[in-house]
């Protein structure tokens, strides 16, 4: 079984420019959520999206960031016109349902870097 | 203010030494998970604990999940230079969309 998918495992973008970053779910996942790490800190919730849904946004800066989980294809996390403060670990989660203590399972992360 | 306390933050012992790292909150949850995150991965599951005052043993692993459900402690006997990793706790918020959150985590080193 594969798992959590996320790629590219490292992304180098200049100011300004845009940054893609793709997970694709454990197979039989709906539930996918996106976390942000820096240096020395532990994750911080993003965004929780469920197929065609965005289920909780809570954590997204209100700008520049988009998150999407179409109904084909891998969740995509999108940071337009990105800025140093936005180079950082992003993981990716999935989860099989939102039923309470249900296991989520991470992806190896995608390093963003802005230079 | 942080959802989940952990401590220490940094922890450098030698091969063989037992610790224990904990994970405090002022909130109740209705469980709370543990996880190990090695440099470059991703975190990876170590064990959910539910029910209060439980207690689970994972090989050197022990997990407890306090009495009142709103604090949990790891301690690991004999450690070896393979245990090292940062520690986090993570549990899921009340109501709403149960999201996951995360303490800041234990950072370990077992030296050799």
């Known amino acids: 079984n594969a798992g959590v998918m996320q790629n590219p495992r490292h992304l180098v973008r200049r100011r300004g420019q845009e940054a893609r970053l793709r997970c694709s779910p454990m197979k039989g996942h709906s539930h996918v959520y996106w976390y942000r790490q820096l240096p020395e800190e532990g994750l911080k919730f993003m965004v929780y999206?469920?197929?065609?849904?965005?289920?909780?946004e809570s954590g997204m800066p209100k700008e520049r960031f988009s998150a999407e989980f179409p109904k084909e294809g891998p969740s995509i996390l999108r940071i337009q016109q990105v800025v140093r403060g936005d180079s950082a670990a992003y993981f990716c989660a999935s989860s099989p349902s939102r039923a309470r203590n249900t296991e989520a399972f991470f992806g190896q992360g995608t390093r963003l870097t802005v230079v | 203010t942080q959802l989940l306390e952990q401590s220490p933050q940094f922890l450098s012992i030698q091969e063989g030494e037992n610790l224990t790292v904990y994970c405090n909150s002022s909130?109740?949850?209705?469980?709370l998970q543990w996880y190990r995150q090695e440099p470059g991965e991703g975190p990876v599951l170590l064990v959910t604990v539910v029910t209060g005052g439980e207690v689970k043993k994972l090989k050197r692993l022990t997990f407890q999940f306090g009495d009142a459900r709103k604090d949990s402690s790891l301690h690991i006997t004999a450690a070896q230079p393979g245990d090292t990793g940062l520690y986090l706790c993570?549990?899921?918020?009340?109501?709403?969309?149960?999201?996951?959150?995360f303490g800041k985590g234990t950072k370990l080193t077992v030296n050799p």
């Open positions: 993570a549990a899921l918020t009340q109501g709403g969309s149960e999201k996951l959150v």
């Open positions: 999206l469920q197929k065609e849904n965005i289920i909780d």
């Open positions: 909130s109740v949850f209705s469980s």
